[in-house]
């Protein structure tokens, strides 16, 4: 069964203490792995897509990366407005359908 | 401006009261997708659209009914809510390429069935 796990649950960071989202899945072929940010009461704000192992992208403080098994999204120097949950998804190449399957997500709070 | 919009914002209802849930974009994406949020479980998606007249099930499509009689709406119906559909509801869209594409979110339906 296609899964998407992400660990913590929920991280406080003092402002500028760098740290690691976890995102493990299980699927049977990737067609993609999505990260998503999304602020309280608001829709998941798009962030990375990443489609094969050893691929890496960044933005401002985020960089995100994918393994065969996971995905990290490093935190470089967070400030109080990075506080918000961080939100992963696959989407499987199962056969004739384009699901897409989300973690639980990661709460995310940084202290100023 | 490039969105996807949905209506109402907030809905309370009472059980067994048909409702819809209307879902716009204007982006002109072939995909389009319904989700329900609740806490500890996540984002869990109901039903997709990957174009005009064609849908399929997500994960949890029971209780749900979807149509894409055009491109850029893509309504969900409640034929007879229960209170275990209260929930917080997202649409969302994406070009629909047949790749892995980067879908693009509402600001989300709070619903609560009483």
């Known amino acids: 069964e296609d899964q998407v796990t992400q660990s913590p649950e929920a991280l406080r960071l003092q402002e500028g203490e760098s740290s690691s989202l976890n995102c493990s899945y299980t699927v049977s072929g990737l067609r993609g792995l999505f990260w998503y940010r999304q602020d309280p009461g608001k829709g998941p704000e798009f962030l990375f897509t990443?489609?094969?192992a050893g691929e890496e992208k960044e933005k401002e403080r985020l960089k995100a990366t994918l393994t065969k098994k996971e995905s990290f999204l490093h935190i470089t120097a967070p400030k109080p407005e990075d506080s918000a949950t961080y939100l992963c998804a696959v989407q499987p190449t199962t056969s004739g359908t384009y699901k897409y399957i989300f973690g639980t997500g990661t709460r995310l709070k940084v202290l100023a | 401006e490039a969105q996807v919009t949905q209506n109402p914002r907030y809905l309370i209802t009472v059980t067994g009261k048909k409702l819809t849930v209307t879902c716009s974009q204007n982006m002109n994406h072939e995909y389009m997708s319904w989700y329900r949020q609740d806490p500890g479980l996540g984002l869990r998606q109901i039903y997709y659209s990957m174009n005009v007249e064609v849908t399929d099930k997500g994960d949890v499509p029971e209780g749900y009914k979807v149509s894409r009689k055009e491109k850029r709406n893509f309504p969900l119906i409640l034929e007879s809510p229960s209170p275990n559909q209260t929930s917080l509801y997202f649409c969302?869209?994406?070009?629909?390429?047949?790749?892995?594409?980067?879908?693009?979110f509402g600001p989300g339906t709070r619903l609560t069935v009483l």
């Open positions: 969302a869209s994406s070009l629909g390429s047949g790749g892995a594409d980067t879908q693009y």
């Open positions: 990443l489609y094969s």
